[in-house]
């Protein structure tokens, strides 16, 4: 069976993960989410106080920054040189952080190449802002989702709840509108859509409709990439 490559891009907290990582499950695919890449990044600024104005400190940090990650059975678990970090890069200081380190030309060119060497062999389901126009412009399969804002931050809220944390909904969505705003007026790879992109408005489906409806998309595509049978 042939293998695509399958690009989730879209705006912040619409359900690029879920969907992705469901994906990924299913079609037995690994599932790369490139914002936890820049999240770690931005965590090891944080951790070492770089700021992303000093242009050498952020190019000798880079190839000190190793990141990978292991699928545990709480799902992908994110590590920065060796350790665990998967709780701190979701904690609001690095989301508050992290679009201005997504922003910096160096920081995109170190992820990009390792993103792409993690697609070498295809079979592979990324999510993230830029991957069906910059990392994979020739993914088979490319899908951008958008959501309504209300319905984002409310995601985000829950997400926040369920690990036991509080955050006040109007401070999510203040994060979520700006952290939209500057990754898609950057000069670096902006967030928007590939212009062959499939654009799904998951506001009113569960994850269970959106895995389907993607999972139909990306058979059709395997199948017509598929030689064409000798009888
Ligand atoms: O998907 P996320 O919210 O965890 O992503 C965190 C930030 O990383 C997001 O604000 C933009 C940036 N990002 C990016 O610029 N390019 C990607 N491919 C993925 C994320």
Redesign the pocket.
Same mark, same amino acid.
């Given at each position: 069976m042939k293998k695509i490559i399958i690009a989730i $891009?879209g705006y =912040?907290?619409c359900g690029? =993960?879920t969907l992705a990582k469901a994906l990924g499950k299913v079609l037995g695919y690994a599932y790369i $989410? !490139? #914002? @936890?890449?820049? &999240?770690a990044v !931005?965590y090891y600024f944080l951790e070492h106080e770089i700021s992303v104005d000093d242009e050498l400190a952020v190019r000798n940090a880079l190839p000190l920054i190793n990141i990978h990650f292991e699928s545990s059975e709480n799902g992908n678990q994110t590590f920065l040189n060796g350790k665990n970090v998967e709780t701190e890069?979701?904690q609001m200081r690095v %989301?508050n952080y992290? %679009?201005p380190? @997504? @922003?910096v030309s160096a920081v995109?060119k170190a992820?990009?190449e390792q993103?792409q060497m993690m697609g070498k062999q295809k079979g592979i389901v990324?999510? #993230?802002? $830029?991957?069906g126009t910059?990392?994979f412009p020739a993914a088979e399969l490319k899908i951008f989702l958008t959501a309504e804002p209300e319905i984002r931050t409310q995601r985000r809220y829950d997400e926040y709840l369920h690990k036991g944390t509080t955050v006040d909904f109007e401070v999510i969505k203040t994060n979520l509108l700006e &952290? $939209?705003h500057?990754?898609s007026t950057?000069s670096d =790879?902006p967030?928007k859509k590939a212009e062959n992109a499939i654009v799904i408005d998951n506001s009113y489906l569960s994850p269970t409709e959106q895995l389907e409806i993607v999972l139909d998309l990306a058979r059709e595509k395997i199948q017509s990439l598929a030689p064409p049978s000798k009888s």
């Open positions: $891009d =912040s907290s690029k =993960s $989410d !490139t #914002g @936890a890449m820049y &999240r !931005t890069i979701r %989301s992290v %679009s380190v @997504a @922003a995109r992820m990009v993103q990324m999510d #993230g802002r $830029d991957i910059v990392v &952290r $939209d500057i990754d950057r =790879s967030l």
